[in-house]
C-alpha cells in the first residue's frame, strides 16, 4: 500500500538520527545518522532520504523538559518540522521525545555496546525509538 512508509527524525544540532517505519507493520527500524551543521547538508541528505524511501509522512521528536515545558531546542525543532513539512510537503508529526535519548542508550548498552561505541548509532536509535512511539500511538487509535 503506497504512503504507509514514515520516516522518523531525532533532531539535534550536530547529528539528526533517522528511522524507518510502516503504519501497516507497526515497526520502526534504525536507518542512519545525518551529519552537517548548515542546512543544505542536511536538507539535502533529508531529500535523498525520501527519494529513496518515498514516505507518507515525516515525525520529528520534540525535546521538552521533564516536566513538559519548551526551550531553546523545542524551538528549533519546531522550526525544523516546519521547514521540513515546506520543503516536502508532506505531512509532519512532532512526538514527544522525553527521555529517549536515554533510553536509546540503555537499549544499545544491553546490546553489549558501550562508550563511545554508542555514538554512531545513538541518534538513529533514538529516532526509532520516536517513530515507534507514533505507530504504536496511531494503531492504538485505530484500534
Same mark, same amino acid.
Given at each position: 500500500?503506497?504512503? =504507509?512508509?514514515?520516516?522518523?527524525?531525532?533532531?539535534? +544540532?550536530?547529528?539528526?538520527?533517522?528511522?524507518?517505519?510502516?503504519?501497516?507493520?507497526?515497526?520502526?527500524?534504525? +536507518?542512519?545518522?545525518?551529519?552537517?551543521?548548515?542546512?543544505? !547538508? #542536511?536538507?539535502? @541528505?533529508?531529500?535523498?532520504?525520501?527519494? $529513496?524511501?518515498?514516505?507518507?509522512?515525516?515525525?520529528?521528536? +520534540?525535546?521538552?523538559?521533564? *516536566?513538559? =515545558?519548551?526551550? $531553546?531546542?523545542? +524551538?528549533?525543532?519546531?522550526?525544523?518540522?516546519? !521547514?521540513?513539512?515546506?520543503?516536502?510537503?508532506?505531512?509532519?508529526?512532532?512526538?514527544? &521525545? #522525553?527521555?529517549?535519548? $536515554?533510553?536509546?542508550?540503555?537499549?544499545?548498552? &544491553?546490546?553489549?555496546?558501550?562508550?563511545? #561505541?554508542?555514538?554512531?548509532?545513538? *541518534? !538513529?536509535?533514538?529516532?526509532?525509538?520516536?517513530?515507534?512511539?507514533?505507530?504504536?500511538?496511531? #494503531?492504538?487509535?485505530? @484500534?
Amino acid at each position: 500500500m503506497p504512503g =504507509t512508509t514514515v520516516l522518523g527524525f531525532d533532531f539535534g +544540532l550536530k547529528r539528526i538520527g533517522v528511522a524507518v517505519g510502516d503504519v501497516m507493520i507497526g515497526v520502526a527500524h534504525p +536507518l542512519e545518522t545525518i551529519h552537517g551543521e548548515s542546512n543544505d !547538508q #542536511r536538507f539535502g @541528505a533529508v531529500a535523498a532520504l525520501i527519494k $529513496e524511501w518515498r514516505p507518507g509522512a515525516l515525525v520529528v521528536g +520534540l525535546p521538552l523538559y521533564l *516536566d513538559g =515545558t519548551e526551550h $531553546e531546542m523545542t +524551538l528549533r525543532c519546531r522550526r525544523f518540522s516546519r !521547514q521540513m513539512e515546506g520543503r516536502f510537503l508532506l505531512p509532519v508529526t512532532l512526538v514527544d &521525545e #522525553r527521555l529517549t535519548s $536515554e533510553a536509546a542508550s540503555q537499549d544499545l548498552r &544491553e546490546m553489549g555496546i558501550g562508550g563511545r #561505541r554508542q555514538k554512531a548509532m545513538l *541518534d !538513529q536509535v533514538a529516532a526509532q525509538l520516536i517513530l515507534q512511539t507514533y505507530l504504536d500511538e496511531k #494503531r492504538h487509535a485505530t @484500534a
